[in-house]
Each structure stands twice: as structure tokens, then as C-alpha cells.
């Protein structure tokens, strides 16, 4: 292969790696996990408390890298991953910039942990604000949010990958096989 050829494939990856890092900017696909803590403040004094106990729901808000206001913002998907073990099925919601995750029963407590994957393709998420919230929606305890590890590509970006090294590694082998038929 000439330098021209090996100049090529070097530009292909660049260009690749690129779009490839565009592509992750634009959309966003985190991990959270949200602890219910045993200890929280008392308001107004600088003593500890235990937590008050079971807890609904899990609310909170996005942003500010979150791209995008109003309605046509409303792309944010919320799964939950992991959730207490009798707390039935999860409900999990978003509108605009607030998120809620709701559970049939006052289940979560002091301890408990929930996992839930965030993912958008309005930009960086971050989480600004979450709390523990009762039946009424009203807070409890604050949540101690903490970001795990998220898998960077889907399996198609994968195979998009995969088909990309393939074809460039064909091109590579005929260009060879024409130099040589030349020469």
C-alpha cells in the first residue's frame, strides 16, 4: 500500500471516530443509582434524624445540559433497572426537565436503592435535583444520586463498526491485488 492509501484509511478513522463522537454528544445515555439514606438533616438544627421511612416515589430534575425547552424537549426515557424487591411495578415518567419514578405502595426505605437508565438524544444529561417523595408527592429525603458505568455503544453502532473495518479491510486487499496485476 502507498502512502496515498495508507493516508486514506488513516482519514477514515479519524473521520469514523468523529462521527462516532458526535453522535454521543447529541444523545446522552446515562446510569443513576438513587440510595434512600438512613441518616438525613433535621431542618433547622444541625442534628441527625433517621429517615422517616417508606417513600412512594422518586422525583427530580434534569439539566442544564439537557438541550431543548419545552414540550418538544420531551424526549427523555426513563428504565428502571433495579428497584426494592416488593415494591410491584415501577412507573416511571418525564415531563420536560422533571422526572418521576412511582410505585404502588410506601415501599422504598431507609437503605433501599434504586437504578434507572436516562437516555435522550437532546444532549448531556445530568441530574440537578432528586428526592424521596410520600403519597402526596411531597419530599421526604433528599436521594444520593451517584452515575454508574453506561455502555457507550448500542449493538448496532457496534455492527456499523464491525461492517466498516470489513469494508475498508476488502478495499485494502484489491487495491494490493491491482498494484500487483500492474507491476
Known amino acids: 500500500m502507498n502512502h496515498k492509501g495508507k493516508l486514506f484509511i488513516l482519514g477514515l478513522a479519524i473521520a469514523a471516530s468523529a462521527f462516532g463522537a458526535a453522535a454521543a454528544i447529541a444523545a446522552d445515555n446515562k446510569v443513576f443509582r438513587f440510595t434512600y439514606p438512613v441518616i ?23 439539566g442544564p445540559g439537557f438541550i431543548g425547552i419545552g414540550p418538544e424537549a420531551n424526549d427523555l426515557v426513563i428504565q428502571v433497572l433495579d428497584d426494592p424487591v416488593l415494591c410491584g411495578v415501577p412507573a416511571p415518567a418525564a415531563d420536560g426537565f422533571n422526572f418521576a419514578i412511582t410505585w404502588p405502595s410506601d415501599c422504598v426505605n431507609p437503605t433501599n436503592f434504586v437504578i434507572a437508565r436516562f437516555i435522550t438524544s437532546k444532549g448531556p444529561i445530568t441530574i440537578t435535583r432528586a428526592y424521596w417523595a410520600n403519597s402526596v408527592g411531597d419530599s421526604i429525603a433528599p436521594a444520593i444520586v451517584e452515575q454508574l458505568p453506561a455502555p457507550a455503544a448500542g449493538p448496532w453502532a457496534l455492527a456499523a463498526l464491525m461492517a466498516g473495518l470489513v469494508g475498508a479491510g476488502v478495499w485494502m486487499v484489491r487495491r494490493r491485488r491491482a498494484g500487483a496485476a500492474i507491476g
Open 40 to 62: 438525613i438533616p433535621a431542618r433547622g438544627s444541625g442534628d441527625e434524624v433517621a429517615g422517616p421511612g417508606g417513600a412512594r416515589g422518586l422525583k427530580g430534575s434534569v
